[in-house]
């Protein structure tokens, strides 16, 4: 990462882990270690701990997103949760696009398009997923994958609202498997990134704009990863629900 000019950010992704109670000991456990971070910490949980999670980081270093939103204001979406709900609580950031919402739930470019802006239209900060599976990489269409999610999700967004936006990188083929890109692998697709938003946009909106990798990165592998010229930071996935991993993982990107 590029510290003079763009601060790293480690956001933690739960996914369906933890209840309130859990959350609410996780979170006292974790304030502590984090407390020095220079990098922004965030941890996006599931809809039933926000509470909770607003509540013990108050005062605190840590922002709180939540996992997904929905596209419309309101409407019978059972079993959804609408931007402004988000926004009303307190809730900073939302991941939208991961690619399990993507694989199990028929996310589409489209639905993750609008998802972004509505989103943005109601204050909320985006870390955006994008990422190829193991069968678009072997044939060898990484970059045009990864191009059409990208500019299909940031249609109509403005260079302003881009302030709002954080790109993660996850290679779908590294979530949850415990295979995790090469740091030279990882920085190639971020690079690439960067350069698509310097084309989309400008140079100085690519300079600033953070882009994480989110493919199973650990305590172990995150020292490697975020020293890469264009790895800002990542979306943690296990790793966040292990405040000692975690706090490594800030720690890493702290330097």
């Not at 996780?26 to 996006?44: F, G, R, S, W, Y």
């Not at 989309?200 to 882009?211: G, M």
Request: aromatic share 6%; hydrophobic share 40%; with cysteine.
């Amino acid at each position: 990462m590029n510290k003079a000019l763009r601060k790293a950010v480690i956001a933690g992704n739960w996914k369906m882990n933890k209840t309130p109670s859990e959350a609410k000991a996780l979170i006292t456990e974790l304030k502590p270690l984090v407390a020095n971070a220079d990098c922004d910490v965030v941890i996006c949980v599931p809809y039933v701990d926000l509470q909770v999670a607003l509540e013990e980081t108050a005062g605190s270093n840590i922002h709180v997103g939540a996992e997904n939103c929905h596209w419309a204001e309101s409407g019978a979406f059972t079993g959804e949760v609408a931007a402004p709900m988000l926004k009303e609580m307190g809730v900073e950031y939302v991941v939208i696009g991961h690619s399990e919402r993507r694989q199990y739930f028929g996310e589409t470019d489209d639905t993750v398009r609008d998802r972004t802006r509505a989103a943005l239209d109601n204050g909320l900060k985006v870390i955006l997923c994008v990422g190829e599976t193991l069968e678009q990489r072997e044939k060898n269409i990484t970059f045009e994958t990864i191009a059409i999610q990208t500019k299909i999700a940031l249609t109509g967004v403005s260079e302003a609202e881009l302030d709002n936006v954080i790109i993660a990188y996850e290679p779908v083929w590294a979530i949850g498997t415990g295979k995790t890109a090469t740091d030279e692998q990882a920085n190639e697709v971020n690079h690439f990134i960067r350069t698509l938003i310097a084309d989309l946009y400008s140079k100085e909106a690519a300079d600033k704009f953070v882009v994480q990798y989110g493919g199973s990165m650990n305590a172990g592998n995150a020292e490697g990863l975020v020293a890469q010229e264009d790895i800002d930071g990542g979306l943690i996935g296990g790793a966040s629900l292990k405040p000692a991993d975690f706090a490594k993982i800030v720690e890493a990107a702290s330097k």
